[in-house]
């Protein structure tokens, strides 16, 4: 009598843990895009100042261009430079996808935009 009380707490066991795994799945999935999401904003933010920086040094549109796509290791991006007498303006838009199913319906079409722009003034 004792084995049979014995198999049914191990069965409830596994009941809870198939309720619980969806939702721990969800979580790291979530932390997953978050992190993801927080590299490439680090990895455009980088790429737009190396690319101001650079424009500094030398005006050329599509110098500065390169440079900053070669800076965004990995990533598809498109950036868009203003050359004034006293300043260069690097700016890059990035749409950036998610993995997680849940969260693409909370933000929408599952696109974030990553915006990131950076300016330096000549020294005169």
Known sequence: M????????????????AIVLPLFLLLVLL?????????FYSAI?????E?????IVDQNVSRIQNVTRE?????DIDPVVN???????VTVDYHFSTVTPLLDRVIGS???TLHS????????
């Open 2 to 17: 004792r084995r049979m009380f014995v198999s049914h707490k191990q069965g409830q066991g596994l009941v809870e843990f």
């Open 31 to 39: 932390i997953f895009d978050l992190g993801r999401a927080i590299y």
């Open 45 to 49: 933010h980088n790429a737009v100042r």
């Open 51 to 55: 690319g101001a920086r650079y424009g």
């Open 71 to 75: 800076k965004a290791v990995g990533l």
């Open 83 to 89: 050359i004034t007498s006293d300043t260069v303006v």
């Open 110 to 112: 599952g696109a974030l």
């Open 117 to 124: 722009r950076a300016t330096m003034y000549y020294e005169k």
